[in-house]
Structures are given as C-alpha cells and as structure tokens.
C-alpha cells in the first residue's frame, strides 16, 4: 500500500490535508471562515507538490473562490487515478461555496449565511480522507493544537461580541 519514492524510501506522506469533518467545521465557524483559507492552502500546497505544479497556494488560498473548481477537480480527477470509486460534483460543489461565500456581502443579519461556506468543502474533505486512508490507513487528523485552540477561543469571543452587536437595539 506504501509507495516507494524516487530515492527508494517509503512514501508516507498523505495524500492532501487530513482532517476530520468535524475538525473542519469547528475552526471553520470559530474562526468565521479564515481555517478556509488554510484548507484551501494546505491541500493546494499538497497537489502542488503531488503534481509538481507551477503555482502559489498561498494565492489560490487568498483567491478561493475563482480556483476552487480548479482544485476540486484535481482531487476528483486524482481520486480517479487512485481507483477511489466515490467522486464528487465539482461544479456543484464550487457554485455553492462561491455563492455561500459571497453572501458576506449581504446586509446585516443575513450576512451570517455565509459562515457556513464549509458546507461544501464537507464532501471534498470525505473524499480526501478516503486517498488518505486508502494510501496509509491513518488516523485522520482530529487533535486541536495550540493554534488551534486560540482560534477557539477568540472565536467564541468574537461571536459573543457580534451575538451582542445583533441583538443590542441599535438606539442604544
């Protein structure tokens, strides 16, 4: 199951970001979206080395949602090449994240919407966790860091404060 690499060692990288859906959902609300982003640049960053691809994760991260058909496409298309039976939607799945969000862009309270735009990455992520099992049969990556646990926190600092922001009467 472990691939041997050009220098004759065992590849034992995974095969994009190994999280856990419900990992994702976690930092993605508490930090109203920015875990996204990381998302976003850890597994390009993965595919750019997989691929030796000529390109920036750090710039499609920023940029999500003009590349993430791009990269939703290559995790299909690589799930192909593996033999994984299960595929995604890709386009689907873009026009949802695009339009969930761009919904920041709503007026106050409906912008809100928008903090679920990890609702399609949920599916991107089952079929991730799949190359990565099938690869190394791991343990997917379910443990919160320090960083992570900051994030947690001042997430829930911020969504008490914005709670607050919405619920004050605005005569106050």
Known sequence: MEQITEQGNFDTSPEFFPITPNKLIIMSICTLGIYEIYWFYRNWKYLKIKKQLKISPFWRSIFSIIFCYSLFKHINNYAKEKGIEEHISQGSLAFAYIIITLSIRLPDPYW????????????????????????????I???????????IISGIIIWGLIILGILMPENA
């Open 141 to 151: 990556n379910n443990k919160y860091s320090g960083w992570n646990i900051f994030g």
């Open 112 to 139: 809100i919407v928008s903090i679920i735009a990890f609702l399609p990455l949920l599916s991107v992520q089952k079929l991730i966790n799949q190359l990565n099992h099938f690869k190394l049969q791991i343990v």
